[in-house]
């Protein structure tokens, strides 16, 4: 079966740093999305930072609300996936998902902000205060 771990979550606060982790089993993502969203209380979930795979290479693709202060990476070896948050603001609060898919289409770009994933894991809370 497939399955997707967070951790890394907790309190910190306004201006510091956080890393989530995303521990993937069951299926190694070479193809499609995987990525990090969240979900404010009383909001819609959110795409924040994706992985579009193609064959010439990945590339990293993220919410205008987060450019310059997260990055996502990954660790093949260990098919890990991390989401790296600085200078957390308490617009930041809110649960955090990764969810993978294999379906999209190579070079997918930006459009895996906003697909409907397949695989989702239980989420880890962060809170900015």
């Known amino acids: 079966d497939v399955q997707l771990v967070e951790s890394g979550g907790g309190s910190v606060q306004a201006g510091g740093s956080l890393r989530l982790s995303c521990a993937m089993s069951?299926?190694?993502?070479?193809?499609?999305?995987v990525g990090w969203f969240r979900q404010a209380p009383g909001k819609g979930r959110e795409g924040v930072a994706v992985?579009?795979?193609?064959?010439?290479?990945?590339?990293?693709y993220y919410a205008d609300s987060v450019k310059g202060r997260f990055a996502t990476s990954e660790d093949n070896a260990k098919n890990v996936l991390y989401l790296q948050m600085n200078i957390l603001q308490p617009e930041d609060t809110g649960m955090y998902y990764c969810?993978?898919?294999?379906?999209?289409?190579?070079?997918?770009?930006?459009?895996?902000?906003?697909?409907?994933?397949?695989?989702w894991g239980q989420g880890t809370q962060v809170t900015v205060s």
């Open positions: 992985i579009s795979r193609s064959d010439g290479g990945d590339s990293e």
């Open positions: 069951g299926y190694r993502y070479i193809r499609g999305c």
């Open positions: 969810a993978a898919d294999e379906h999209p289409p190579p070079d997918y770009g930006d459009s895996c902000l906003t697909y409907e994933y397949n695989y």
